[in-house]
C-alpha cells in the first residue's frame, strides 16, 4: 500500500518531467477561482491529501481543518489545461494558479469564465540582455561592482549625470576603520569631500581605528577607483558619524543615534544612510517586545 507521501513525490515527479515550462522565461499570469466546487476531496477526509504528519500538527497545535486545506477544484485545472493552457502550479490557500499561454487573446479573456474571478500579470517575459557594448559605453567601468549598480539600474543615473556631486550625506554606524588609506576612497581624502566627522560614543571627531563597519557602507556608496570599484554616490560629500558602540548593546545608542541625526541634520545634509537597528539589550529589561516595536 502506497502511502501519502510516496504518491506526494510520485505526483511531482509526473507534473515535473510532463508539465513543461517550455517557455521558463515567459509571461505568467496568477488567476483566482471562485471556489472549489466539484472537488474531488473533501475536508471529512483530510488524509487523502495531506499526510499524518501534517494531521498530527494540526491535532497538537489545535488547528482545525477547513476548506482553504482542500486542493483547488481539478475541474478548474483541467479545464485550463484543455485550452492549452499551461497551468505552472496551483496554491489551496490562494485558491488560484500560475498560469501561461502563447495565446495572448485566450489570456485577455479568461476572465469570461465563470469560475475565474481575477486576473493579475505577476511576471514579464525577461528582458533582453544588454550587450557588450551599452556597458562600454557606461560613464564609469565598474570592475567588481558592476554587479550592485546594474541590479538597481545605478549606472542608468551615472550615465545621466547624477553621481552624488552636490550632495551631502551622512553616515551614521559603528566605526569607519582605514577609511584614509584606502584605494577606493582616496579621492574623498584628497578632494576634501569628507566635510566633518564626529563621535556620540567616545566624545570628539571620528578615529580611524574603530569598527569596520561603517568603513563597508560608506565604500559601498562613496568608492571611485575605476576598473575596480564604484559607489553609488562617488562624487557626493560625506559627514561621519559614529553613534553605535559595537562592543555592547546599550540604549544610550539609541539617543547616540538621535543626536548624531540632528548633528547632521544641522549641517544641512541630504541624505542620511543608516545600518543600525535596536530590541535586544545587555539588560534584558531594556530589550523590545515585539508589539513595542510600533514606528
Same mark, same amino acid.
Do not use: C
Given at each position: 500500500?502506497?502511502?501519502?507521501?510516496?504518491?506526494?513525490?510520485?505526483?511531482?515527479?509526473?507534473?515535473?518531467?510532463?508539465?513543461?515550462?517550455?517557455?521558463?522565461?515567459?509571461?505568467?499570469?496568477?488567476?483566482?477561482?471562485?471556489?472549489?466546487?466539484?472537488?474531488?476531496?473533501?475536508?471529512?477526509?483530510?488524509?487523502?491529501?495531506?499526510?499524518?504528519?501534517?494531521?498530527?500538527?494540526?491535532?497538537?497545535?489545535?488547528?482545525?481543518?477547513?476548506?482553504?486545506?482542500?486542493?483547488?477544484?481539478?475541474?478548474?485545472?483541467?479545464?485550463?489545461?484543455?485550452?492549452?493552457?499551461?497551468?505552472?502550479?496551483?496554491?489551496?490557500?490562494?485558491? @488560484?494558479?500560475?498560469?501561461?499561454?502563447?495565446? /495572448?487573446? *485566450?489570456?485577455?479573456? +479568461?476572465? &469570461?469564465?465563470?469560475? !475565474?474571478?481575477? =486576473?493579475?500579470?505577476?511576471?514579464?517575459?525577461?528582458?533582453?540582455?544588454?550587450?557588450?557594448?551599452?556597458?562600454?559605453?557606461?560613464?564609469?567601468?565598474?570592475?567588481?561592482?558592476?554587479?550592485?549598480?546594474?541590479?538597481?539600474?545605478?549606472?542608468?543615473?551615472?550615465?545621466?549625470?547624477?553621481?552624488?556631486?552636490?550632495?551631502?550625506?551622512?553616515?551614521?554606524?559603528? @566605526?569607519?576603520?582605514?577609511?584614509?588609506?584606502? /584605494?577606493? *576612497?582616496?579621492?574623498? +581624502?584628497? &578632494?576634501?569631500?569628507? !566635510?566633518?566627522? =564626529?563621535?556620540?560614543?567616545?566624545?570628539?571627531?571620528?578615529?580611524?581605528?574603530?569598527?569596520?563597519?561603517?568603513?563597508?557602507?560608506?565604500?559601498?556608496?562613496?568608492?571611485?577607483?575605476?576598473?575596480?570599484?564604484?559607489?553609488?554616490?562617488?562624487?557626493?560629500?560625506?559627514?561621519?558619524?559614529?553613534?553605535?558602540?559595537?562592543?555592547?548593546?546599550?540604549?544610550?545608542?539609541?539617543?547616540?543615534?538621535?543626536?548624531?541625526?540632528?548633528?547632521?541634520?544641522?549641517?544641512?545634509?541630504?541624505?542620511?544612510?543608516?545600518?543600525?537597528?535596536?530590541?535586544?539589550?545587555?539588560?534584558?529589561?531594556?530589550?523590545?517586545?515585539?508589539?513595542?516595536?510600533?514606528?
Amino acid at each position: 500500500m502506497k502511502t501519502i507521501g510516496n504518491i506526494l513525490i510520485a505526483l511531482t515527479f509526473v507534473i515535473l518531467s510532463s508539465n513543461v515550462f517550455a517557455q521558463e522565461n515567459a509571461t505568467v499570469y496568477w488567476v483566482s477561482f471562485s471556489d472549489k466546487n466539484n472537488n474531488e476531496y473533501s475536508i471529512d477526509n483530510p488524509e487523502e491529501f495531506l499526510s499524518q504528519r501534517s494531521l498530527d500538527r494540526r491535532t497538537n497545535q489545535n488547528i482545525d481543518i477547513d476548506i482553504s486545506d482542500l486542493p483547488v477544484s481539478k475541474y478548474y485545472i483541467d479545464s485550463l489545461e484543455s485550452l492549452n493552457i499551461t497551468v505552472r502550479y496551483t496554491s489551496k490557500w490562494m485558491n @488560484g494558479a500560475a498560469i501561461q499561454s502563447t495565446d /495572448s487573446q *485566450l489570456i485577455d479573456t +479568461i476572465e &469570461n469564465y465563470g469560475f !475565474i474571478t481575477s =486576473k493579475r500579470l505577476i511576471r514579464n517575459e525577461v528582458p533582453i540582455v544588454k550587450s557588450g557594448k551599452e556597458i562600454e559605453d557606461n560613464f564609469f567601468d565598474y570592475g567588481f561592482s558592476d554587479n550592485q549598480i546594474s541590479m538597481l539600474n545605478g549606472h542608468i543615473l551615472h550615465n545621466n549625470g547624477y553621481t552624488g556631486s552636490g550632495m551631502l550625506i551622512a553616515v551614521l554606524d559603528a @566605526g569607519f576603520s582605514s577609511v584614509p588609506v584606502l /584605494s577606493t *576612497l582616496q579621492h574623498l +581624502i584628497l &578632494n576634501d569631500k569628507i !566635510i566633518a566627522t =564626529k563621535d556620540f560614543v567616545k566624545g570628539g571627531i571620528v578615529e580611524y581605528s574603530k569598527h569596520s563597519h561603517g568603513r563597508n557602507v560608506l565604500t559601498i556608496i562613496a568608492a571611485k577607483e575605476e576598473g575596480r570599484l564604484i559607489g553609488s554616490a562617488p562624487d557626493a560629500d560625506y559627514i561621519l558619524v559614529r553613534t553605535e558602540d559595537a562592543g555592547s548593546e546599550q540604549v544610550i545608542e539609541e539617543y547616540n543615534w538621535l543626536a548624531g541625526a540632528e548633528y547632521a541634520d544641522s549641517l544641512g545634509v541630504d541624505v542620511i544612510n543608516v545600518s543600525l537597528g535596536y530590541r535586544e539589550y545587555d539588560n534584558p529589561e531594556w530589550t523590545y517586545d515585539a508589539n513595542e516595536i510600533d514606528g
